[in-house]
């Protein structure tokens, strides 16, 4: 099972810390929780992959669903933290051309 | 068509054996013949036949070596693997605008597949009393999300790619409505899967409402036989829409690789495409003008910023945003410079305003947003600040233009299925071809469905080859780029045609032959050519009826050839293709639809016409009776080609009880 941490910065932006593997089944999960933020006018949202165990396209996908959400909002989604295994997975579909994984989630905006 | 049956294994080596000294010997004699006839026996006097005689015969030598090709590694897989317990997998049932009844036939027996699943209707016509009829059997119902309102659609491409994203099964099982799934269907398949990288298998599409004669050609006991299994043994075994189950992680893996290079794309064909509307807008500025020519300065500075940071190959993601934020920024001071200039437009917008009951504090009430607002609006005095909106428009990475930012099923063409297989087989995946009918189809049952069907496949293949041509996949092996060009190469035979039924009308009504003599040394060449081709066919299918094929591939020219040029139209001068969705009932005709052959039915009537008047010819002496004879027999052989079409069009439509039940004979698998 999958559970996602939503917490809110100082700065106004949203964090979500997925637990577990993020993969077909819990993937419409992180899309509803992220749809859930920008609907609420968190349009600036960090997803801290530290904790997530296991990630498949289908999790990509919900990523991806979630940044055009953002964006369209006029905010942005940032990826911090993720493991090796996690970043195999980025590097497998070309996604890291497309989103750079952050060091840290507190300064996942700062540049 | 017959199932793979167990021990049938053991025959294949040596099967394979004489399917490879056949092709073989296909292959010298038609090399033999075609380089003779190019060398020696063009007649450059009548070139304007000579040549595309020449021409249609090497496209047929050409096509006749790729499937011999494709026959060399011939692949029976016989009995499957058993399928591992506890996957989880989702049964996609799509429709349009299916009858309910047609559909909730084909969802039922999907209900009843053996292997534990979960089933769904996807309902792209969002039919209340088509989700009222699934529901009650306990039947999953989707439809579009919301997303879809006012983007492109992509029909069938379109509705599964909506269902992927709210099923959740690690292997999808794919029909179409009117293709009624066996229960084994899933358990004789998902053992293939055992292979990590494989990404789909495909099945038979076998048509239950198909008389013996099949006068509409419906069965394709070659495409799905022996082909199949040809281009399975390269692995490029083809998706064909319907009847396959597909691993999700290998289509989402593609959708999102294909996001991937699609932003790349289109970042670096923006950021290109902004500056040179950049320096179009700034031709357009008079001397006063300078704050905006300052702003556009400055936004042509961050365009080369961007190009450089990608250059460096800093994340598209984090490029674009620092450019967004640069160019909304300018534009807002833009407009907050000009604000004096709009300030008497303004007021008197505010004026109309309060006078019509709405109070507004005019411009201390505008925000940040408003002033996003107001850089768009038609009456801005100023064509540069529209310009920079476009900008930012063009430079939108989240693929606006599009329902879903990730596309598994490839919209690139009106028959998703091979541009989809194509990309799956890029990206290093398998695919498998199994060869027992698990699921009984219903096929179009008059000519006018029939021929908008063929039409539909061609012109899909047709759009793929013009979009993504195979020979130039860089990561597709030669053997897989050669299996998916024979399909598009076998539908120029359209063009040959043409030609096949020219010559002959011209030799017997005006004497005009395009080779230089109807020679000993041409018929010793010719013969042996066209004895052992039909010996491959005869070889290769062991069994299973060719001849309906073979003349439907002729006699459908007019499809194959309008198939090319909407094709054509469509990606290169962007026409519709006048796309028309397969009916799935029969049309009710009241007499044969002749006026839909008419080209057929002329070129038959010419065929006649010019044999009479070569016998008169040669009974007056103005041509040779050899000749006349070859030509007369070649336009036989024309006759009964085409004779089909006239068996089609009188068809009308499935008498089941004038044939045996089909699972008395063939579903025995």
């Known amino acids: 099972m999958i559970e996602f941490a939503v917490d809110t910065t100082a700065e106004g932006v949203g964090v979500v810390t997925p637990k577990g593997r993020l993969n077909m089944a819990s993937a419409r999960g992180l899309k509803e929780v992220l749809d859930g933020l920008v609907a609420g006018g968190t349009s600036r949202i960090v997803v801290d992959l530290a904790e997530t165990t296991f990630l498949d396209s289908s999790g990509l996908g919900a990523l991806i669903a979630g940044l055009k959400s953002a964006r369209q909002a006029g905010g942005d989604l940032r990826v911090a933290r993720p493991t090796e295994a996690v970043t195999t997975v980025f590097k497998l579909t070309n996604l890291d051309r497309v989103l750079r994984p952050r060091d840290t989630v507190e300064g996942a905006f700062d540049a | 068509m017959e199932p793979a049956t167990a021990g049938y294994g053991q025959h294949v080596p040596r099967r394979l054996l004489v399917i490879r000294l056949v092709v073989l010997l296909t292959a010298l004699l038609g090399v033999n013949y075609v380089a003779w006839r190019w060398v020696f026996s063009v007649n450059w006097d009548a070139w304007w036949i000579a040549v595309p005689l020449v021409l249609a015969e090497t496209f047929s030598l050409v096509d006749s070596l790729l499937f011999g090709l494709a026959m060399w590694r011939l692949k029976e897989r016989g009995e499957p693997p058993p399928a591992a317990p506890g996957l989880t997998v989702d049964v996609l049932i799509a429709t349009y605008n299916e009858p309910i009844d047609l559909v909730m036939r084909t969802a039922r027996a999907a209900l009843a597949i053996d292997y534990p699943h979960r089933t769904w209707v996807l309902d792209d016509g969002n039919r209340p009393e088509m989700r009222e009829a699934a529901e009650a059997e306990g039947i999953g119902w989707i439809t579009r999300s919301a997303e879809w309102a006012g983007m492109p659609r992509h029909a069938k491409a379109g509705n599964l790619n909506n269902a992927l994203l709210v099923t959740e099964g690690e292997f999808l099982l794919i029909l179409d409505a009117d293709q009624v799934p066996l229960p084994a269907i899933l358990d004789r398949t998902l053992g293939y899967f055992e292979d990590p990288q494989m990404a789909l298998v495909q099945t038979p599409q076998w048509f239950a409402n198909v008389p013996d004669d099949d006068p509409l050609g419906s069965q394709a006991p070659l495409f799905y036989g022996p082909i199949q299994q040809g281009k399975d043994g390269w692995n490029a075994a083809f998706f064909c829409g319907s009847n396959a189950i597909i691993r999700r992680e290998a289509l989402m893996q593609l959708g999102v690789s294909r996001y991937a290079d699609a932003v790349e794309a289109g970042v670096q064909r923006a950021l290109r495409t902004a500056r040179s509307v950049l320096r179009q807008a700034r031709r357009g500025l008079g001397p006063d003008d300078d704050a905006v020519r300052r702003a556009l300065d400055s936004i042509e500075y961050d365009i080369s910023r961007a190009r450089r940071e990608l250059a460096r190959g800093e994340a598209l993601m984090d490029v674009t945003y620092r450019f967004q934020q640069r160019v909304a920024s300018v534009r807002r001071e833009l407009v907050a410079a000009d604000l004096t200039a709009l300030q008497s437009d303004l007021a008197a917008i505010a004026e109309l305003e309060r006078s019509a009951g709405e109070a507004d504090d005019g411009l201390a009430g505008i925000d940040l947003g408003a002033l996003d607002q107001l850089s768009a609006r038609d009456w801005s005095p100023l064509g540069a600040v529209e310009t920079v909106q476009a900008l930012v428009d063009a430079v939108d990475v989240d693929l606006g ?244 079409i006239i068996k089609a069009a009188r068809y009308r439509g499935f008498d089941p009880a004038a044939t045996a039940p089909p699972t008395a004979r063939r579903g025995a698998a």
């Open chain 2, 401 to 644: 233009s599009e329902a879903q930012p990730i596309m598994p099923m490839a919209t690139i063409s009106v028959t998703e299925d091979m541009a989809t297989c194509m990309r799956l087989h890029g990206l290093g995946w398998r695919t498998a071809y199994h060869h027992e009918v698990l699921a009984h189809g219903l096929a179009p049952e008059d000519l006018p469905t029939m021929l908008t069907q063929r039409l539909r496949w061609a012109q899909g293949t047709v759009q793929v080859m013009f979009r993504e041509n195979p020979l130039l996949q860089r990561r597709l092996t030669w053997g897989q780029r050669l299996m998916y060009f024979a399909t598009m190469w076998s539908y120029l035979s359209g063009f040959a045609a043409l030609v096949y039924l020219a010559a002959p009308i011209i030799y017997l009504t005006v004497g005009v032959l395009p080779v230089r003599a109807l020679s000993t040394e041409f018929f010793i060449r010719l013969v042996p050519f066209l004895v052992v081709n039909q010996l491959l066919f005869l070889v290769v299918a062991a069994g299973r009826p060719t001849w309906r094929g073979q003349q439907y591939s002729l006699a459908l020219f007019p499809v194959w050839i309008k198939s090319f040029t909407s094709a054509f139209g469509n990606v290169f001068l962007g026409r519709s293709l006048d796309f028309a969705v397969t009916p799935k009932t029969r049309q009710e005709v009241d007499r044969p639809p002749w006026h839909l052959v008419r080209p057929q039915l002329l070129a038959m009537a010419a065929l006649v016409v010019a044999a009479i008047i070569g016998v008169v010819r040669v009974g007056t002496g103005h041509a040779g009776a050899a000749g006349t004879a070859f030509n007369i027999a070649w336009i036989g052989f024309d006759l009964a080609i085409f004779s089909v």
